[in-house]
């Protein structure tokens, strides 16, 4: 099982649309976890930190699952500039991405 | 404020060819990382710097070696290049290596060995 896995995409959703991605992760130890975007041929940057009891930032909730080892990333009302790639990571003693999932919102 | 910046932006090298890629960061973070991205692979830690003087080995460290020789500066060199080595490359940093620590990441470096 690899490390941090995530939904394959990807997601074409048209704007105002809600989505959900998914991400599960195999070492129990690990102590942090984020959600981080990417646009196209750029750096990734922090999205959200994600804490045990959810946590929202206007239209991104994140929630953590430690028992299942399971995290996601929802988003309500999509807009055009929501359309990156949002990639899992967790932390141990390393950060460890997953390979990301592809956001494209349309109009 | 430029945050983190890396050169060059693009390179295509030879194979066997030695290169280097300059990474420094302006924030005076103490940790650095240097990342490789590859198309289904994702992000994978290459080499990491806690504090200046001191560095340590990520997921894929054979064929690439770093130095810290200062706070600000973090660089990676290929002392000779293969084909296996193109990727993009990304350099970041944070405040501190704990594990709840932000990494901002700088523009990345695209390079090509043939």
């Known amino acids: 099982r690899k490390e941090v896995e995530q939904d394959p995409g990807p997601f074409n959703v048209p704007e105002g649309a809600t989505v959900a991605f998914n991400c599960t992760y195999s070492?129990?130890?690990?102590?942090?976890f984020f959600w981080y975007r990417q646009d196209c041929r750029k750096e990734p940057k922090l999205l959200m930190s994600?804490?045990?009891s959810g946590n929202e930032d206007g239209r991104f909730t994140a929630q953590l699952n430690r028992a299942s080892q399971y995290i996601s990333l929802l988003i309500r009302d999509s807009k055009l500039s929501d359309s990156a790639t949002y990639l899992c990571?967790?932390?141990?003693?390393?950060?460890?991405f997953g390979k990301g999932t592809t956001l494209s919102v349309s109009s | 404020i430029a945050g983190i910046t890396q050169a060059p932006t693009s390179q295509i090298l030879a194979a066997g060819r030695r290169m280097t890629l300059r990474c420094t960061q302006d924030?005076?973070?103490?940790?650095m990382y240097w990342y490789r991205q590859d198309l289904g692979l994702g992000l994978r830690l290459i080499h990491y710097?806690?504090?200046?003087?001191?560095?340590g080995k990520g997921e894929v460290p054979d064929g690439y070696s770093v130095s810290r020789a200062n706070t600000d500066d973090f660089p990676l060199t290929l002392a000779s290049a293969v084909p296996s080595q193109t990727s993009v490359y990304f350099c970041?940093?944070?405040?501190?290596?704990?594990?709840?620590?932000?990494?901002?990441f700088g523009p990345g470096t695209r390079l090509t060995v043939l």
């Open positions: 710097s806690n504090t200046a003087g001191t560095t």
């Open positions: 994600v804490y045990s």
């Open positions: 990571v967790v932390n141990k003693t390393a950060l460890i």
């Open positions: 924030m005076r973070h103490n940790a």
């Open positions: 970041a940093s944070s405040a501190g290596s704990g594990t709840g620590d932000e990494q901002f």
């Open positions: 070492n129990s130890a690990s102590q942090s």
